[in-house]
């Protein structure tokens, strides 16, 4: 059975930090693409995050550029998502996903594979 578990959402302040983990089982982890997207209500999801299986070229939505950082651990099939100086705006669900390619469909937010139940990220002001 296919398993994306996402964990480390919660509260935070304005310009804290926030680790995001995505434990995945289930499927070859070394062959996919793994990365993140977001959704809030009434708006159209959002590519956060990917890192390709292929080659490790990670890619970031501009919103989150030089504030967010994603990493892979392929020994505990993880991908973690470090996000700093965190902003109301990136109040969100957090959903983790997988994909067959080089990220191009988590950034779009839509056609991935595989995507776990989410993780709600609320950033106070």
């Known amino acids: 059975e296919v398993q994306l578990v996402e964990s480390g959402g919660g509260l935070v302040q304005a310009g804290g930090s926030l680790r995001l983990s995505c434990a995945a089982s289930?499927?070859?982890?070394?062959?996919?693409?793994i990365g993140w997207y977001r959704q809030t209500p009434g708006k159209r999801r959002e590519g956060v995050s990917c890192?390709?299986?292929?080659?490790?070229?990670?890619y970031y939505a501009d919103s989150v550029k030089g504030r967010f950082t994603i990493s892979s651990d392929n020994g505990k099939n993880t991908v973690y998502l470090q996000m700093n100086s965190l902003k109301p705006e990136d109040t969100a669900v957090y959903y983790c996903?997988?994909?067959?390619?080089?990220?191009?469909?988590?950034?779009?937010?839509?056609?991935?594979?595989?995507w776990g139940k989410g993780t709600l990220v609320t950033v106070s002001s």
């Open positions: 996903s997988a994909e067959i390619g080089r990220c191009m469909k988590t950034m779009e937010g839509y056609g991935m594979d595989y």
């Open positions: 289930g499927f070859t982890f070394d062959d996919y693409s």
């Open positions: 890192i390709s299986s292929s080659d490790g070229i990670t």
